[in-house]
Every structure is written in structure tokens, then in C-alpha cells.
């Protein structure tokens, strides 16, 4: 498969091109023909070329090492593909935060492409579950609800033809495993988990958690984050402290009330101190005319809360 690279439209940014060719990818890779009840599982010969991917995850996680914070708001802002399919935006948020969280731990290169690899394809096995299923806004039955988790071992199934390092198939088969043992496919705990089953699995919670689904309504970056923290015993306290340390406690694309009654938004991350991030001040501009960027200090200027969205 190719990637469509028809964006040459200056005003798109570097990093929202990066986001639209991984959304192409992705899109590509888990589209179903709606006239058919399952997926051909033939077919995905001929929709996953490992060498495109490898590319990707190999651009991406340079942007990542440049500036993680631009990417994240090129996510948030840019105009990518609508679909009713949530698995096409979860997969790409799930990789990019996979690879700020490696970066975060100072992974060697080939173990950061390793991981935005495992991470972009951790719920292929999705792809062999009808969409009627897993979209359903009602209760599902104990039998469907099964089907699901099942998605995992389906997803390690249908790697195993392909020349792909052991690790990233093992991380594919553990993003719903947890510390506690509490997960599934096989309930593995703690140091059984590789680092990139432990890695994809948090990225894989703190997106849905932060995201809508037809079941439920989204929280703010900033419950999200809450949400996970909250999980005590389920994610490893290293990778946890990792997606803080580089997200922020007030995660990146986070709109907030400040303690001078003036609105922002969280912009970049204080490195020496996550509590703290820096914030654009909304409605004004510099001598340059850019946005009036605003550091936030434990006994200065500080966040009151997130926005909510009528605000």
C-alpha cells in the first residue's frame, strides 16, 4: 500500500501531514466492506505492508523526539477522516502516546519503532469482530462480550505469518493484561508483561478513557488522566510516571480557567515539573502577534481547573 501524500496545502502542518498519513494507514488497514459479515482474513496481505509501516513509525517518532507537544495538538486540531469507526482514531492516539511514552523512558531507536509498530497494530484482531458488535451502543451478552476480549489472541493470530520480532506480536497479544493480573487474554501480572505490552496497554486506556464512545461520553484530557491514576495496582508505576512526566498533569490540548480568571490553553510541559505546564492564553497576542504564552508556578499564576465545554 502507498501513502497519499496529496497534502501540499501549505497551511497544514508538518505534524498534522504526519497524523493524516498514519489516519490513511490505519483506515486502509481495518476498513470492512460493508455488504460483508466478516473480514477475509486473506486480505490483509493485502492491506498491511510492514515496510510502508515501518516508515511511518520510523518519521513519527523523530516528530515525537522533536517536539511531542506540536504532534499532540496537530491531533487534536487537524482535519482528519470521519468515521463512525472509533478504532481508526483510538489506533492512532494510541501509537502516537505509546511512542511520547517510550521516548519518555529514553528507549534505544530500534525499540521505539518496535513499540509504535506494536502499538498501531494492537487491535488488528478488532478487524475479525463484526462493527454491528463492538459499535452497539446497548448491553451486549456475556457470549458477545467474550467475543471481544477475544480480539487480542485474534490480533496475535493473524501476525503470526508475518517476519515481525516475537516482541511486537507478545505486545499485541498483552495490551488488556494488568498488574494485578486482573486482565486478559491469559491474566498475566507484573514482570511477566513485556515493556511493550505494559506501554501499549496504558496508552491504549488513557485514550479511551479521555475519548467518546457510543457507549459512553468522553472525559477531559485531564479526568482521563485522573481516571488512570486511579487505577492503583492495574499499570506499571514507571510507564504511569512516564505518560505524567511528559503530558502533563494537565495534559497537552487541555483547555483551563486560570487563577486570574483569564482562559487557556495547555500548550507544553515543564520537564523539571509536570504539575505545572505552559499555557496560551486565549484572545491574546505578543508584540509578534503570536499567542501570549503564560509559565505556570506553584506560588504564581496557576491552573484552576479544566474548561468544560460550554465554556
Do not use: W
Not at 497551511?11 to 497524523?19: A, D, F, L, Q, V
Not at 496504558?202 to 481516571?227: Q, T
Not at 523539571?272 to 499555557?279: A, G, N, Q, S, Y
Amino acid at each position: 500500500m502507498g501513502i497519499n501524500n496529496n497534502n501540499s496545502d501549505k497551511n497544514i502542518s508538518e505534524e498534522e501531514k504526519i497524523c493524516l498519513s498514519l489516519f490513511e494507514f490505519v483506515e486502509h488497514l481495518f476498513f470492512k466492506d460493508v455488504n460483508k459479515e466478516s473480514f477475509d482474513t486473506n486480505s490483509i496481505k493485502d492491506r498491511l505492508d510492514i515496510d510502508v509501516l515501518y516508515g511511518m513509525i520510523k518519521k513519527i517518532m523523530q516528530n515525537v523526539r522533536d517536539n511531542h507537544c506540536n504532534l499532540m495538538l496537530a491531533l487534536m486540531d487537524g482535519k482528519y477522516p470521519k468515521n463512525n469507526n472509533y478504532i481508526y482514531y483510538h489506533t492512532v492516539r494510541t501509537t502516537i502516546i505509546a511512542l511520547i511514552i517510550g521516548n519518555q523512558l529514553k528507549m534505544p531507536t530500534h525499540k521505539l519503532v518496535e513499540l509504535g509498530v506494536a502499538a498501531l497494530l494492537h487491535d488488528i484482531g478488532m478487524i475479525m469482530i463484526p462493527e454491528q458488535l463492538y459499535l452497539r451502543s446497548g448491553p451486549l451478552t456475556k457470549e458477545e462480550k467474550q467475543t471481544i476480549k477475544n480480539h487480542p489472541v485474534y490480533g496475535y493470530k493473524l501476525l503470526e505469518p508475518y517476519s515481525l520480532p516475537p516482541a511486537i506480536k507478545l505486545a499485541v497479544l498483552e495490551h488488556h493484561e494488568r498488574e494485578d493480573g486482573a486482565g486478559y487474554p491469559q491474566k498475566t501480572a507484573k514482570k511477566a508483561i513485556s515493556q511493550y505490552g505494559k506501554i501499549v496497554a496504558l496508552a491504549c486506556s488513557y485514550e479511551a478513557s479521555s475519548s467518546k464512545r457510543v457507549y459512553k461520553e468522553s472525559f477531559d484530557l485531564h479526568a482521563g488522566l485522573i481516571n488512570i491514576l486511579k487505577c492503583k495496582g492495574q499499570y506499571c508505576n514507571t510507564v504511569v510516571q512516564a505518560l505524567v512526566n511528559s503530558l502533563s498533569v494537565y495534559p497537552v490540548g487541555l483547555y483551563v480557567l486560570m487563577s486570574n480568571g483569564k482562559k487557556g490553553r495547555v500548550i507544553d510541559v515543564d520537564p523539571l515539573d509536570p504539575r505545572f505546564p505552559i499555557v496560551a492564553l486565549l484572545g491574546e497576542k505578543n508584540s509578534e502577534g503570536k499567542d501570549a504564552v503564560q509559565n505556570t508556578f506553584s506560588n504564581g499564576l496557576y491552573i484552576v481547573r479544566p474548561l468544560q465545554k460550554d465554556e
